[in-house]
């Protein structure tokens, strides 16, 4: 195979380099690495400035926002804004930076947004059901080995290979 | 010595700056990796590429044994570290949501980010749809409040609900990681040339 992903890294080697920083990240924070939290900060960010009266009421809202602290001050934003300049590098020196949909040739560019939206939304609630994503949930609870992060995983993963029949034609 | 922050060896108020730093190398690794792109992130539902195995398997050895080692060598106060705690309900449930939203939208939180962040369109839809996503839960969050808090098992370790020891269960799991590992490459050779190329 002769194709574009040539030009990635070896995914042993990222999988190593991942490691190193999930642990550096311990080392450092005493936590692991996340996403999905920033996602949470912005939706109560949103919602706070709209209506102050209805994020403080509400029962899920209210735990994120304190007088002291703007809501989209956390730990996580800063670490997302991190990986959006990273990931930007890394595709600038691989010259993989342009506005493009990415889809199948089988499919239209507008089935491809349907399905990225819609997977978004369930992304999004089921983070916050399940305490976290990929990142903040299944990776790196794998790492300190805790039982949430390897349920998290297998049910992520696990629910994904049950249900790629039915969504087989938005990829093969 | 380790962790530094929650220790003050390292003064919290720099907090915002590591974050960006961690999460720069973070969005640097994943997107030299591939991972800004679902059809080679979705590969590993259909068996044409499992990248996402095998970064994601390899990490969390990588981490998982290095984190046992800097706790055996004193390097680092495993006390001190953030455990997720285990909800068993919410942790199957929202995996389960989750999953089916890995395979229709063709990422997560971080791989979306990283999509964005090279000029992908799906990569902003699909952040955009998380928020949303998001706004539902909260919303609706009186109604699933008892999924969210049942079953609560606290900050327990796999190893402890299986009955095994951690060097040995980390053992285990290196094996079956290898063994995963193999048989992905085997099931890629088998698929991939019969697809067109990405």
Redesign the interface.
Known sequence: MNDKSNKYISPYLGGFLLGLLLLVTFFITGRGLGASGATKSTVVTVVDAVSHSHATESAYYSKFISDDKHPMNTWLTFEVLGILAGAFLSGALAGRVRFKTEHSPKITSKTRLLAAAGGGILFGFGSQLGRGCTSGAALSGMATLSTAGFVTMLAIFGTGFIVAYFFRKLWI | M?????QEI?DPQW????????????????????F?????L?????G????VL???????????L???Y?DYAG??DGD?????????T??????????????????????????????????W???????????????F??L??E??TSNA?G???????LGLN?ST??MILIVVALAAFYVASMIQKKI?PK????
């Open positions: 380790g962790p530094l922050i929650p390292i907090n915002s700056v590591i974050a960006l730093l961690i999460g720069m190398a973070f969005g640097f690794i994943l997107e030299s990796s591939g800004s792109s679902s059809r080679k979705a590969g590993v539902f259909y044409y590429d499992f990248v095998k970064v994601f398997f390899t990490a969390a050895i990588t981490a998982a290095g984190l046992y800097f390097w680092i001190l570290l953030y455990i997720n705690p285990t909800y068993l919410g942790a199957i449930a929202g995996g389960v949501v989750m999953g089916i939203g890995f395979v229709l939208g063709g990422f997560c939180p971080g791989t979306s980010t990283c999509a964005a962040a090279i000029g992908k369109i799906d990569g839809v699909f952040w955009g749809g998380m928020l949303v996503g998001v706004f539902i839960f909260s919303e969050f009186p699933l409040q999924a969210y098992l900050p327990i370790r796999v190893y402890e609900s951690a269960f980390i991939r697809r067109v190329e990405f």
